[in-house]
């Protein structure tokens, strides 16, 4: 997970869902996590499966994207979740990683998702559908996202370059 995890987030859904997981695994956080999330990590007793690297620098965050197993994309948990995404969105999905996208499976980032191949959307009450996605990433790691590059930011910036020409002419 890259960014900052906030209570906004609502992450106690899946840290009691990743500690059910029947494999070994690892969450590496790349970003800020709020207090109270790490103490909600220390009473599920989940510290021992979480990493903590802070800030990195953004193309060590793109590194570590590559390097990942899968990839958790938590959506906030608010009536506007389905509206809308964000540049980390578009960053995990050119990673080439499968995305676990927790939250809205309605929404802008379950379509973009959907439409990238680029992983699955889960409610926040899916348990089992979340745990056998896992269980399929770990047991597949040739998974093939098939729009890395459709989603990139080069790509995205050039196509609102011919855009704007466009408009120009």
């Not at 960014?3 to 969450?27: H, M, Q, S």
């Not at 540049?87 to 080439?96: D, H, N, R, T």
């Not at 191949?117 to 926040?124: K, L, Q, V």
Request: charge should be negative; glycine fraction near 8%.
């Amino acid at each position: 997970y890259t960014g900052t995890l906030a209570e906004i987030y609502d992450v106690k859904p899946i840290f009691i869902i990743l500690k059910e997981l029947d494999i070994a695994w690892n969450l590496t956080v790349a970003g800020n996590v709020a207090p109270e999330i790490r103490e909600l990590i220390r009473e599920l007793k989940i510290d021992q499966h979480m990493t903590f690297l802070g800030h990195v620098a953004h193309k060590e965050s793109l590194q570590l994207l590559k390097k990942c197993h899968v990839l958790l994309h938590i959506l906030p948990n608010t009536s506007q979740a389905i509206l809308g995404t964000t540049g980390k969105l578009f960053e995990y999905i050119g990673s080439g990683t499968p995305i676990l996208n927790f939250g809205p499976t309605e929404g802008d980032s379950a379509s973009f998702i959907k439409m990238a191949g680029a992983g699955e959307s889960f409610e926040r009450s899916d348990r089992e559908g979340v745990l056998q996605f896992l269980r399929f990433c770990f047991e597949n790691r040739d998974f093939s996202n098939s729009a890395t590059n459709q989603f990139s930011r080069k790509n995205i910036t050039g196509k609102l370059v011919d855009l704007l020409q466009e408009f120009e002419q």
